[in-house]
């Protein structure tokens, strides 16, 4: 099965600590495969319903898409990235796609579908990925309306979690707390000799996909996942 959104996470971060993941050298030492905090799972069959909250869908205030990420890199031993903006649904697959995944074309035409709209996306990158976070980050995606944003939300959650081979270990997803229709999902992968881990907080708010991504190498206590969720929450609470 194609890593998609997987391998494209995995490959930003190469940002924070080398490209091992993508291909290219590192210099470090392989690093201790831990177990991960999260309880995991088997990949969900088709119609698989991920533990989200019921989402209340509540309407969103319009204006500049960059409005709608943290002020400041909001975890801590993460550096404030420039913001990228993405004014087609092409380039947003190509941030979020592995490249050369056959599947970007569909993914294009998913997001056209949906209604896409133009999206931000900001890569906070660790101070010292050897001990902590390698990466942080956060997109917002417009979308056509509040049931595609939630459709979008579910869906970008079981294609992750579906994710096999290309050194996919352990898939899982988590409730998150204070946040109607979130979802947390995490994946473990091993890499050019580095297992990498991957946490992600994914809601709908009114028209709009958020996303917040934590990325760290070989130990999953690196990731503060209350951290993670505390972030994303008050994001959520800013931008009602």
Known sequence: MRMRRTAALVCALGIGVGAAACGGDDEAE????????????????????????????????TGDLADRLPADAPLEGTARGEVQTLATATELVDALYAE???AKGAAVESFEEAGFAGAVLRDD????????????????????????AQAEVIRAA???LAAQGGGVQETGSFPV?????????????????????????????GPYVYGFQAVAAGDPSRIDRDALEAAARAQYEAGQ
């Open 100 to 102: 050369g995944d056959s």
């Open 125 to 148: 990158t660790g101070t010292n990925p050897q001990e902590g976070l390698a990466l942080h980050r956060l997109y917002v995606m417009e979308l056509g309306g509040e049931q595609e």
């Open 30 to 61: 392989d690093p201790t495969v831990a177990e991960p905090t999260t309880a995991v799972q088997e990949a969900p069959e088709a119609d698989t319903v991920l533990d989200t909250t019921e989402a209340e869908a509540p309407t969103a205030p």
């Open 177 to 205: 707390e204070g946040i109607p229709g979130a979802t947390g999902v995490l994946v473990v992968q091993e890499a050019s000799g580095q297992v990498l881990i991957a946490a992600a907080v994914l809601f709908p708010l």
């Open 158 to 160: 079981q294609e992750i």
